[in-house]
């Protein structure tokens, strides 16, 4: 079993910047691929960024160029720095963790608004 928990989450202005953290614990020997998705009201779960194990990224189109997915693996995290965010960057963010099976997070709530 794996547990993610996503923070830093909040209210930000347009252009304004965001580090998402996710922390995970459990069997994480087995997991080869962490991801960022994000869910806007109304709308389906849509791929923000992933990295595999070897350091591999994949980006969104509509993220490239402003966001950036990293990870620590000696403190079993994974970041997302959000920079020169936009109103239609709102939306519910989740941490997804791809092994055997997916694992989710609870999300965390970014609103992006003047």
């Known amino acids: 079993q794996v547990q993610l928990v996503e923070s830093g989450g909040g209210l930000v202005q347009p252009g304004g910047s965001l580090r998402l953290s996710c922390a995970a614990s459990g069997s994480m020997f087995r997991i080869y691929a962490m991801g960022w998705y994000r869910q806007a009201p109304g709308k389906q779960r849509e791929l923000v960024a992933t990295i595999t194990s070897d350091g591999s990224t994949n980006y969104a189109d509509s993220v490239k160029g402003r966001f950036i997915i990293s990870r620590n693996d000696a403190k079993n995290m994974v970041y997302l720095q959000m920079n020169s965010l936009k109103s239609e960057d709102t939306a519910v963010y989740y941490c997804?963790?791809?092994?055997?099976?997916?694992?989710w997070g609870q999300g965390t709530q970014v609103t992006v608004s003047s």
């Open positions: 997804k963790a791809e092994g055997v099976r997916l694992y």
